[in-house]
């Protein structure tokens, strides 16, 4: 017998604000209208589920940088995996 997760994620109606803020540009995050845990997914499935969110996002490149400057390890930032920002790490600390 085999078993299909299915992942769905329903926006919510509350808008997350962030004013005056060194990260005020998650005012314009496609995830303001999606509860936090989506992008602190359990599994791979979820983490897809969180990309597809963040996929076409307008503030995904300061969301990344936000993330590896601070060095966030957990969750979806920019559209980047955990391992994903790992390796983006380890590749610019090769070049420098
Ligand atoms: S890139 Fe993703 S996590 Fe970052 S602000 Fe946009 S939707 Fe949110």
Redesign the pocket.
Known sequence: MSATLQVTIQPTTKKRVFQNSPTSW?ND???RIYPPAT?FPIDGKGVIA?QK??KG?P??SS??EYALSENIEHG????TSERERRRITKGRLNVA
Do not use: H, K, R, S
């Open positions: 998650m995050g496609t995830c992008f969180a969110i963040c996002c503030v995904a969301c990344l979806v930032w920019g559209g």
